[in-house]
Every structure is written in structure tokens, then in C-alpha cells.
């Protein structure tokens, strides 16, 4: 699933975002910004996957929470369980980043790394989506992997059903409408 900021979301940490959720529990929820791509390049914090990540080949800033950590998403080629890869729905895995690169890359369709997360506290986001602050849609592999990120809150938006695709047309600032 995907969350989308909806307009009433004005933390500029998470205005405008398109965020995956990777796990949610009774404990909390835990996502990474798909839309924040940083200009520092993967090979010059993590060399060995450079070769590996999704274009545009940059870090993305996945969120607020331990920034000076890192998330890898995966897309798997296959169903085949894989050391180093672990399953979040469908063919996207989270990759432990201390496996070597040797062993996973002939495995994976696309990577992408991200620095820090999106985390929420036991029934934080659910507040947060009842107050307003989210639309929760369904998500596409594609979403993670694309190169250009501009128009994914967008793009998400349009591909909605019935009249949450209308918000796709709305302005940034909508007195000016």
C-alpha cells in the first residue's frame, strides 16, 4: 500500500510524498519516501551496489527517522527464496545491505536505496489518516523503481478510482484556483 499526502499534510517533511509502507504491526508503521531523491550518487556511499539500483542511481530520502541509515527495497526476478532478501508482498523484498552484492544481483529487477524512513508509533498513523492527513491507495512495483519521481504523487492520484482521481488536477495552492 501506498500513502499519499494529501493537501491538509503541511509537515515539510512529508508535503507532497508518496510513501511505501514496508511494515505495519500493532507496534507502529514503517515506510520510505518514494519521491525524495537526493543528489548524492549510491557509488559514493555504497560503492558495490551502484552497479545495482534503479536509475537515476542517487540515495533517496526515505524519511525523517535515522537518516544516517539505510533502506534497500528490491524487486525479485523470481519466487525463489534468496539469502539476503527479505519478502514484503509480491516480488518486493527488503535486501539486508551487508550481503554481498554477488549473491543477489542476478536475483533482482531493480534496487533502490533509501536514507532513513517514515515511522509511526502504536496508532499514530491511523490517527493521522482519520484526521486527514493521507489517502491510503494501492501501490505498483513501478512506483518504487521509476527514474523520474516528479509526477508520481500524480500519477498515483490520476490512476485512483471515482473522485480521488480528481485531486490529481489540483492546484498547489488552492486559493489560487
Partial sequence: MLLVATPALLDPNFADTVIL???????????????????????????PWSDVVAEPGVLFQGGPVETDGALAVGLRRGDDEVLGLREVVDRLALLDLDTPVELVSDELDGLRIFA?????????????????????????????????????????????????????TRPVDVELN
Fill in 21 to 47: 509502507l514496508l511494515d505495519i504491526s500493532a507496534d507502529g508503521a514503517l515506510g520510505v519516501v518514494l519521491n525524495r531523491p537526493t543528489a548524492l550518487p549510491v557509488a559514493e556511499v555504497l560503492e
Fill in 116 to 168: 532513513g524512513y517514515a515511522g509511526w508509533g502504536a496508532g499514530q498513523l491511523d490517527q493521522e489518516i482519520e484526521e486527514g492527513s493521507w489517502y491510503v491507495v494501492p501501490g505498483l512495483a513501478r512506483d518504487v523503481f521509476r527514474a523520474d519521481t516528479t509526477t508520481l504523487w500524480r500519477d498515483v492520484m490520476r490512476r485512483q478510482p471515482g473522485d480521488l482521481a480528481w485531486h490529481s
